[in-house]
């Protein structure tokens, strides 16, 4: 076996369990109605199953202090890590894109 094929994550067939923490849902209270059932529509459709499979809308992103992985959703950004043990994955930032640049909280992020 290489190191990278011994470096991947084998998928869980799940379902996986979605949770939110706290700033996350604050974050997702900051869009309009509309925009917050895509985003969470969009969540349950791309992270119940194979959550660390990465796809054109899934993303694993370098170190970062936000998470490990990223959901593109036209352009809102998901902000998640999952935690395999539990079949869980966990929610931890929302935010768009506008242009280049992302935004979380009102802030300018770079990853």
């Keep these: 076996m290489t190191d990278v094929a011994a470096s991947k994550v084998e998928p869980n ?3 996986y369990e979605i949770d939110f923490d706290h700033e996350a849902l604050m974050d997702l ?28 809308h899934r993303k694993l992103l370098r170190p970062n202090p936000v998470a490990r992985w990223e959901l593109r959703l036209g352009e809102f950004r998901v902000f998640y890590n999952v935690e395999q043990s539990l ?15 992302l935004h979380i909280r009102d802030q300018r992020v770079k990853l």
């Design 13 to 15: 067939n799940g379902p």
């Design 29 to 56: 209270r900051e869009y309009r109605p509309h925009d917050q059932k895509l985003i969470a529509d969009g969540i349950i459709e791309q992270l119940t199953y194979e959550p660390t499979v990465e796809t054109r």
């Design 87 to 101: 079949v869980t994955v966990l929610v931890v930032a929302i935010g768009h894109k506008e242009h280049n640049r």
